[in-house]
């Protein structure tokens, strides 16, 4: 039997816990970070203007420093952060699923 361990719910347990600590660490120790992201995975509260969104590829490189590192929040699903986008700094804050 060929079963892909990749997508197994262990594996994603896993994977979530590695990124929930991984995060967790950074905040802790005040270090700045980057992070790719998948679009199709990213929420924006307030939704961003269509000639902002549409602007995005398919992953987006969020960097995360000074206030926007300030404002990153981290539970056990969620890790969200406001920023500021397009030419008119547009605030929003971002959710990504771990």
Known sequence: MNINLLQTPEYRTLIQSHIFETINYLLSKDQEFALACEMKYVTFIPELPADIKDSFDDTV??????????????????????????????????????
């Open 61 to 98: 490189l969020f960097i995360l420093s000074g206030y926007t590192f300030e404002s990153a929040q981290l539970n056990d699903e969620y890790f969200s952060f406001e920023a500021g986008f397009g030419s008119e700094n547009f605030g929003s804050t971002v959710s990504l699923p771990l």
